[in-house]
């Protein structure tokens, strides 16, 4: 069992910066791929950003690649995302997911999720 809680989002200006957290519980999570989801009002949970296990694979959605960076602390047992230039469009809850996955792009294959936190960018 995987334990997901998000922080870090908040109000932000346009062309501003936000880093999210995602801290795990568990002593499983060095080996779970996780990822970054966001939900717009009215439109459908889409993938951010994934991570492997060991780090050294990343996964952006095309629109974001050299705006957000993933990375991972497994000591800490964390996720982060950083978010730079961003735009009202990025407007959104995040979630955190977790899960041993073949698609880390792939929402239905993550088991695990937080309860997400809210970024609003405002213009």
């Known amino acids: 069992q995987v334990q997901l809680v998000e922080s870090g989002g908040g109000l932000v200006q346009a062309g501003g910066s936000l880093r999210l957290s995602c801290a795990a519980s568990g002593r499983t999570f060095g080996s779970y791929t996780m990822a970054w989801f966001r939900q717009a009002p009215g439109k459908e949970r889409e993938f951010v950003s994934a991570i492997s296990a060991s780090g050294r694979s990343t996964y952006y959605a095309d629109s974001l690649k050299g705006r957000f960076t993933i990375s991972r602390d497994n000591a800490k047992n964390t996720v982060y995302l950083q978010m730079n230039s961003l735009k009202p469009e990025d407007t959104a809850v995040y979630y955190c997911?977790?899960?041993?996955?073949?698609?880390?792009?792939?929402?239905?294959?993550?088991?695990?999720w937080g309860q997400g936190t809210q970024v609003t960018v405002s213009s």
């Open positions: 997911a977790a899960d041993r996955v073949m698609r880390p792009d792939r929402r239905d294959e993550y088991g695990y």
